[in-house]
């Protein structure tokens, strides 16, 4: 547990009676780190609600370890929110067939291979794998890579013809061959549309998937509880796979994912290697996500905790010297949230008379920096230094952008880095920069 909690559990614990104010108390540091872990907001709420509920019916008021009697509660209660077993994916169907979803970036095509190699070593499986998504001719390439790295085949008709085909051939396919695992890795976006469902609707329709696992990445945020309702609502995930918890994420995402969708998660993604996947522990998971919530603050509307940190979390960075460009989309994102850009470039102190700036063209810019970011693995994100021209030109591949339009990028990130630099020296009281040596 963090200090923080734990510190309330001594003062609690040190008390001779569980009160209900007590109780309020230890509710506040746990719904905290809750928050502090990314639980969707509405979850934590809901999830605060029903614990208090039940410490009360418990009938834990007066009773002698009270602190630790709610903190097991609150435990007891997260495990079986997220799963109490191990749960995995059931291979004895031949062939079982396994359709990967999500947004793109999320990690779809590495756990399409990292599950492939797992099977295969583990359980002496044929799997085959199927490139279906049609949109990116490096994710087809992809695909093939990761395919020869983990001695897997992959089924692939380029980029011309429809995915429909692609996985109905690939189906026929598999039966001549005997694959007994059929894993399809299917177009991403950046964001939930319309197309995006219509299209994996029919692909579900025609492959009959025994599983449908929908891949999150868990440094998303709040932004999971709204990506796992739409894939589900519209597909009917059967499980899900939490990636990048090698990140600094606490994985509450988890929890948002089961409180929403009910549906088990089956694997976690530990690092970008193609052996680093595990099983889900819903009580280590439990533990990672309570141990967090050393985030002080006494801001009590919870968006505004929430943004408050993103934007700390950056603050700090700069001044550790470690802003990273995963930062600045963060960074961009806030911007957008806050309203139309050029009003709030207006805003800036010492800025110049700027052009008149089409939101629209803003959007659009954000989308593509955020294309760039996703292609781009986590050390380059955090040390762009080391991308050099022939890491600028698979990132350009993978996000369908050019060479010229990375280079900007990374130029735009410098001067970003700069201009933060700058704000940061300025004196919130005054308004006047201040001069540091
Ligand atoms: P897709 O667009 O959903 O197919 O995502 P990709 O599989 O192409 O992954 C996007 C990026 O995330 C790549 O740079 C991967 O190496 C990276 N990635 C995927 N899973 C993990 C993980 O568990 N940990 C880390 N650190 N990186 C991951
Ligand atoms: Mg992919």
Redesign the pocket.
């Known amino acids: 547990l963090s200090e923080r909690l734990q510190g309330t559990l001594k003062k609690v614990t040190g008390q001779s009676q569980l009160t209900e104010q007590n109780m309020e108390e230890m509710l506040r540091e746990i719904r905290l780190a809750l928050l502090e872990a990314d639980v969707n907001y509405e979850v934590v709420k809901d999830f605060i609600a029903k614990t208090k509920e039940k410490a009360l019916g418990a009938d834990v008021l007066g009773s002698l370890k009270p602190g630790q009697v709610v903190v097991k509660i609150v435990h007891d209660e997260l495990v079986e929110l997220l799963g109490t077993d191990v749960s995995t994916v059931d291979f004895s169907k031949k062939p079982t067939i396994i359709m990967m979803v999500?947004?793109?970036?999320?990690?779809?095509?590495?756990?399409?291979g990292k599950i492939a190699k797992r099977i295969k070593e583990k359980d002496g499986k044929k799997p085959l794998l199927v490139a279906a998504?049609i949109y990116r001719p490096a994710?087809v390439e992809?695909l093939k890579t990761i395919g020869q790295q983990v001695d897997v085949e992959v089924f692939s008709e380029g980029t011309d013809v429809s995915a429909e085909k692609i996985v109905t051939d690939a189906l026929d396919h598999a039966k001549e061959n005997h694959n007994d695992v059929i894993l399809i890795?299917t177009a991403?976006r950046l964001q939930i549309d319309q197309p995006l469902m219509e299209e994996l609707k029919h692909l579900k329709d025609i492959a009959h998937p025994d599983e449908i696992l929908l891949?999150v990445?868990s440094l998303a945020g709040q932004e999971i509880a709204n990506v796992a309702s739409s894939f589900n609502d519209q597909l009917g995930i059967t499980g899900a796979v939490l990636?990048?918890?090698?990140?600094d994420s606490r994985g509450g995402g988890a929890i948002s994912i089961r409180y929403l969708t009910h549906v088990p998660i089956k694997y976690?993604?530990?690092?970008?290697k193609l052996d680093?996947?595990d099983l889900f522990y819903p009580d280590r998971m439990a533990e990672r996500i309570l141990g967090m919530g050393d985030v002080v603050s006494l801001v009590e509307k919870v968006q505004d905790v929430y943004d408050e940190k993103e934007s700390m979390k950056a603050f700090n960075k700069m001044q550790r010297g470690t802003f990273g460009l995963d930062d600045m989309l963060v960074q961009m994102k806030q911007l957008k949230k806050m309203g139309p850009l050029s009003g709030i470039l207006k805003m800036l102190p010492g800025m110049p008379k700027m052009p008149k700036i089409d939101d629209d063209e803003a959007n659009d810019r954000l989308k593509e920096t955020e294309s760039m970011i996703?292609?781009?693995?986590?050390e380059e994100r955090q040390h762009p230094e080391i991308i050099n021209m022939k890491r600028r030109e698979r990132i350009a591949k993978?996000s369908g952008k050019s060479v010229a339009d990375v280079n900007r990028l990374l130029k735009q990130f410098e001067q970003s880095k700069k201009m933060m630099k700058q704000l940061s020296n300025i004196d919130p009281t005054t308004g006047m920069m201040t001069q540091k040596p």
């Open positions: 999500g947004l793109q970036g999320s990690g779809k095509t590495t756990t399409t998504d994710a992809q890795d991403g891949v990445d990636t990048k918890l090698d990140g976690i993604g530990t690092g970008e680093q996947i996703l292609s781009m693995t986590l993978g």
